[in-house]
Nanobody
Framework: VQLQASGGGVVQAGGSLRLSCAAS????????MGWFRQAPGKQREYVAS????????YYADSVEGRFSISRDNAKNTMYLQMNSLKPEDTAVYYC????????????????WGQGTQVTVSS
């Protein structure tokens, strides 16, 4: 399984970014997908997750209403649209996959991608 995250960068507070996660080596439409982030000196935290078909989405309280997770199963790609970004959103963002949503919610997915850095300046 390979998960390739991209789309990070530097943005001012209040701005937007769209992250992508391209997946290969798995039956993408059979996997739940999620985003996590890790800020310097902090533990990795759950951000959002999406069900196999994309009909169900879930968010951490800290990003609810500002971030939107989606997926395109025809392209084997997941997205994270991040709006109204805050300096506290600064972190390395990781995508992850698992056959069950529970493992994503438990922060224990079996497949991780490399991270992409998001920096929000004040």
């Amino acid at each position: 399984v390979q998960l390739q995250a991209s789309g990070g960068g530097v943005v001012q507070a209040g701005g937007s970014l769209r992250l992508s996660c391209a997946a290969s080596g798995l039956a993408f439409s059979a996997y739940a997908m999620g985003w996590f982030r890790q800020a310097p000196g902090k533990q990795r935290e759950y951000v959002a997750s999406i069900s196999w078909g994309g009909h169900s989405t879930y968010y951490a309280d800290s990003v609810e209403g500002r971030f939107s997770i989606s997926r395109d199963n025809a392209k084997n790609t997941m997205y994270l649209q991040m709006n109204s970004l805050k300096p506290e959103d600064t972190a390395v963002y990781y995508c992850a996959a698992d056959s069950t949503l529970n493992r994503l919610w438990d922060r224990a997915p079996r497949s991780w991608g490399q991270g992409t850095q998001v920096t929000v300046s004040s």
